[in-house]
């Protein structure tokens, strides 16, 4: 859907789902999550490809599914044209010294015990990366690219506040050859003055060595200050996906336009939207259809039985919603 | 001002050992108004509401005040009894995070009974009528199936819901809100900042909004105070605040915040981190993070001065690096 060239990641068809619970007596089934749900998009080298929506959506089980650290039920995911689904733990290995990953809580993701320093080379002891002489240039230089006093590598994460333990996380993503950095709501928990810091430093870094980003957000106000391609999801599946401008300028799914109606602007006076009524379903067992249907503003009779296709409604911009289908499904077969 | 306020707070001051949290606040609410109190984490925003409450554990923070005073009365003076009566029914508090303010072991029904017999001494039968009518009246959908689960069956926005279900159950006159929607998602926010700006309208009580998110004070804030780093550094209108922002503090946290409907090229920052309680800074405490700093903000500790109606500020800047009475100015 791409026509950028070759991407550097791709995902085709990806699809998650989790058991929960325990089955009933009598051998019930399980119900099941849908947390991801034939998803597909591409990132060409050097782009940001953000994903948002609400939760439950599945953007966290996305960025897992991409690492690997959970497996996918059946779809692809290829990183510079390499299918890593079924590469083994070796050659697995070798690629995740490329693909790394920046969670929202920091402190979550450090040892307390563990210097700073530590943390940051960690990686390289693992890859066995260097000699000791280098990697200890290589922290300094790591420190440096992230904007923190090298006495910091002495410190412990307590010492350290929310926006520079960020820093800290985003030193250690970057300390093996990373080209793709999935970030998880990497800015989040942070205070706005130091949410500025941390997101001015991911493009600074992404143009100085050319990273790809998968930007996993909640918030449309970042999402539009760092992404260059959007993909909104919605309990398992992406509903839109579309290069940045047209997204905000022109949203096709009625989702979409809600999301972007209920963001408080700064403005006097100004109260976000009502733009949709009722709850967020869960995604065990998401309505029928279309998964929107149950808050559509919109909601016709097909959508409540009928999943809608992808239309295409602009250059490299798609959204699954059945006011854009341009015939029916009685006049199917008509050409768009 | 003419109309005595709602609520009045004069020099509120917590300190915790020899760490001084929060200094010399002054807050003025007025009946049916919404008071924004704005600030990033640590500045001193939900410390303030506590102690407001009196909720800080004595023994533990030391709280000092010239006055604080709520519907007429001094709520300092106030003995454990009656401050125990005026919390929940005349002042009540809603949190950023209802699961850990409900009890999981109660139906949530059953929460709203508890407050109304305990402040309204109603029977059980009439209190469980008046639970399943507020439900309803903070619209919880099937409310006469869902008074009778408990938290975890509830959705994040339906167990705000019940919180201020829960606040507004004995009618307060004011109602503190610490961070009501952080913990919810955009499109359900919108729902809760909505419900409660039509229950302030109905029920006509004065909101304390604390949240680090200025676009929901912009909304539905009628005045604003800024905090930083303990201290309300800039109070005004919402108008004035937000379209003639005089604190450099306060700029920035404008500037830093990225709007949703336009684009900028790189977000303007403020350097550095706000100080902890006991490594602020003597003089201005924004001096180290300041873009205008001049060496006098190292030596003056700037307190909240008067400009326009209502609007003060705490800078010695928007006076022209000047204060009341003429002071040496080291460099021009």
Redesign the interface.
């Known amino acids: 859907m791409d026509d950028r060239g070759t991407p550097y990641l791709r995902i085709t068809n990806l699809t998650k789902h989790f058991r929960v619970g325990r089955g009933g007596l009598l051998g019930r089934k399980r119900p099941v999550v849908r947390a991801v749900d034939d998803v597909s998009f591409s990132i060409a080298r050097g782009e940001t490809l953000a994903v948002v929506g609400e939760s439950g959506c599945g953007k966290t089980t996305l960025g897992r599914l991409v690492l690997r650290l959970i497996e996918a039920d059946s779809g692809r995911i290829e990183i510079a044209g390499t299918e890593i689904r079924g590469l083994d733990h070796r050659a697995m290995q070798e690629f995740r010294r490329r693909v790394q990953i920046v969670i929202q809580d920091p402190f979550g993701s450090l040892n307390p015990r563990m210097l700073i320093g530590q943390a940051i080379m960690e990686p390289l002891d693992i890859h066995s990366v260097g000699t000791a002489k280098a990697r200890r240039a290589r922290l300094a230089e790591l420190l440096d690219l992230v904007g923190l006093p090298q006495e910091f590598a002495a410190r412990f994460p307590h010492q350290l506040s929310g926006g520079q333990r960020q820093r800290v996380g985003i030193a250690r993503a970057l300390a093996l050859e990373t080209d793709l950095l999935i970030c998880d709501e990497a800015v989040s928990a942070l205070d706005v003055s130091v949410q500025a810091q941390i997101v001015n430093l991911l493009q600074k870094l992404k143009h100085e060595r050319h990273l790809t980003y998968l930007f996993i957000s909640h918030d449309m106000a970042i999402v539009r200050h760092i992404a260059d391609h959007i993909a909104v999801m919605y309990l398992g599946e992406i509903v839109e996906i579309a290069p940045k401008a047209q997204l905000f300028a022109a949203p096709a799914h009625p989702y979409t336009q809600a999301l972007l109606k209920s963001v408080p602007r700064a403005r006097v006076q100004e109260r976000p939207k009502l733009a949709i009524k009722g709850d967020i379903p869960s995604p065990i067992d998401p309505p029928s259809g279309c998964r929107f249907h149950t808050r559509c503003p919109h909601v016709m009779q097909i959508c409540r039985s009928t999943p809608p296709p992808r239309t295409t409604v602009g250059p490299n911009h798609g959204a699954n919603c059945h006011l854009l289908t341009p015939a029916l499904p009685a006049a199917k077969g008509q050409s768009a | 001002m003419a109309v005595t306020p709602l609520l009045s707070v004069r020099g509120l001051g917590v300190s915790l050992g020899r760490a001084a949290l929060i200094e010399g606040v002054d807050l003025d609410l007025m009946m049916g108004k919404t008071h924004g109190l704005v600030g990033?984490?640590g500045s001193g925003k939900s410390v303030s509401a506590m102690a407001i409450m009196r909720l800080l554990e004595p023994r533990q923070f030391r709280v000092e005040a010239q006055r604080i005073t709520f519907d007429g009365r001094d709520l300092s003076a106030l003995g454990t009894t009656e401050m125990r009566r005026v919390r929940g029914a005349e002042i009540s508090m809603i949190f950023q995070e209802p699961m850990t303010a409900l009890n999981p072991v109660l139906p949530v029904g059953e929460q709203i009974v508890e407050t109304l017999r305990v402040h309204q001494g109603l029977n059980r039968a009439t209190a469980r009528k008046r639970a399943l009518e507020m439900l309803e009246w903070v619209r919880i959908?099937a409310a006469d199936r869902r008074i009778d689960e408990y938290p975890h069956q509830l959705?994040?926005?339906?167990r705000q819901r019940v919180m201020i279900a829960i606040a507004i159950a004995c009618q307060p006159k004011l109602l503190i809100a610490d961070e009501p929607t952080t913990a919810l998602?955009?499109?359900?926010?919108?729902?809760i900042?909505?419900l409660l700006?039509e229950l302030q309208r109905e029920l006509g009580m004065g909101i304390l909004l604390i949240t680090?998110?200025?676009?929901?004070v912009?909304?539905?804030a009628d005045d604003v105070s800024v905090m930083y780093a303990g201290r309300i550094i800039e109070t005004g209108t919402?108008?004035q605040i937000?379209?003639h922002a005089l604190h450099p503090y306060t700029q920035?946290?404008?500037r830093?915040?990225?709007?949703?409907?336009r684009?900028?090229d790189?977000?303007?920052?403020?350097?550095g981190?706000?100080p902890q309680p006991h490594e602020r800074p003597n003089g201005c405490r924004f001096g180290p993070r300041c873009a205008h700093f001049r060496q006098i903000c190292d030596q003056t500790d700037p307190r909240l001065m008067g400009f326009e109606h209502q609007h003060r500020a705490a800078c010695i800047r928007p006076k022209g690096y000047l204060f009341d009475e003429p002071l040496e100015v080291s460099d021009g």
């Open positions: 990033e984490s959908p959705s994040g926005g339906m998602d955009v499109t359900i926010q919108a729902q900042l909505e700006h680090h998110d200025l676009g929901v912009a909304g539905y919402t108008s937000f379209e920035g946290l404008l830093s915040h990225p709007p949703v409907d684009d900028v790189e977000l303007p920052t403020i350097p981190t706000v």
